[in-house]
């Protein structure tokens, strides 16, 4: 094949026009991000957030961007809800073609210290909420012969620090969720994969880049790119495995870190 052929076979393969994707917890942060990205390769754009305020904040955001998506509120951890809200999507939508888990909390508290009912909260929206959304959708995927699955992990589904147990608790089982997931309706052609993004400037770490915290200077030391990510570092590896240029790509984690884990560290 000639460049130019391939040129255009490489951009079919990463097309969405006429896919509805729905990201979870997406009016600002790495959702908002992911989703500009799949609507900029032609994806219908769903979104839910917990309250009304942050939809229409969501809305507005879309907007500004040219995108026309459609917001709800729906709490991701809630199962009832989360059926009626997927089933209002399929009828004023479409069927969900792509979801992304993207929603999610972390609780920064010494372990020691940390209440079994804080620890539980991690865990049920950072990993039985994926499984409740996953359940929620997948049933229509297999009937339109397929779908992809898109799970935010993290560095703490491999690896530990202080006060974050249960985050990497959960983001751990996330990587596992993933794994089961492909492994179970892999044969339906659904490809289940996460996005481990590193360390990303989003409002989520804003308490760990305030001047002269020491978390900043350890991570910028850390990491080989020697920079903190972006939003926009996540955007390729998300169209990746949302589109046809991943349709045998299934159960991976894509470590999206600028090289954290790959680095044993600077010497002192
Ligand atoms: P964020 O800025 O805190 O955004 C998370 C979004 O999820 C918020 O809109 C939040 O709403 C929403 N949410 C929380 N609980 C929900 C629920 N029960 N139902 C529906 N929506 C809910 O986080 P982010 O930094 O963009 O992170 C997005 C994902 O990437 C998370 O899963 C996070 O763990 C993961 N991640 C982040 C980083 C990073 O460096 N930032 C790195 C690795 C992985 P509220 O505004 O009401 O809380
Ligand atoms: C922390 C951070 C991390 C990141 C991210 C790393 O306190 O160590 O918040 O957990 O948000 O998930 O990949």
């Not at 009016?27 to 917990?50: C, H, K, P, Q, T």
């Not at 985050?167 to 089961?180: E, F, H, P, R």
Request: neutral net charge; charged residues 20%; hydrophobic residues 45%.
């Amino acid at each position: 094949m000639k460049g130019r052929e391939w040129w255009f076979m490489g951009n079919a393969l990463f097309d969405l026009n006429g896919k509805v994707a729905l990201v979870t917890g997406a009016s600002y942060g790495i959702g908002f991000a992911i989703a500009e990205a799949l609507a900029g390769a032609g994806a219908r754009i769903v979104f839910n957030d917990l309250n009304g305020e942050l939809v229409e904040k969501g809305l507005a955001a879309y907007k500004g961007a040219g995108i026309n998506a459609a917001g709800y509120v729906c709490d991701v951890t809630d199962e009832t809800a989360v059926a009626v809200f997927v089933k209002r999507v399929e009828t004023e939508v479409g069927v969900i073609d792509i979801l992304v888990n993207n929603a999610g909390i972390i609780k920064r508290i010494p372990m020691t210290e940390m209440s079994a009912a804080d620890f539980r909260q991690v865990i049920d929206v950072d990993l039985s909420a994926p499984f409740i959304m996953a359940k929620a959708v997948i049933p229509a995927m297999i009937k339109k012969g397929g779908g992809k699955i898109i799970n935010i992990c993290s560095l703490m589904s491999e690896l530990g620090r202080e006060t974050v147990s249960a985050y990497a608790a959960a983001k751990g089982g996330l990587k596992m969720l993933t794994k089961n997931i492909a492994s179970e309706y892999g044969e339906f052609n659904i490809q289940c994969n996460g996005i481990g993004p590193g360390y990303i400037e989003t409002p989520q770490t804003a308490p760990l880049r305030t001047p002269g915290h020491p978390f900043n200077k350890f991570i910028l030391s850390k990491t080989p790119a020697a920079r903190w990510g972006t939003t926009d570092d996540l955007k390729g590896p998300a169209v990746f495995l949302a589109s046809d240029a991943s349709n045998f790509v299934n159960g991976h984690i894509l470590y999206v870190d600028g090289g954290i884990l790959a680095y044993l560290g600077k010497q002192p």
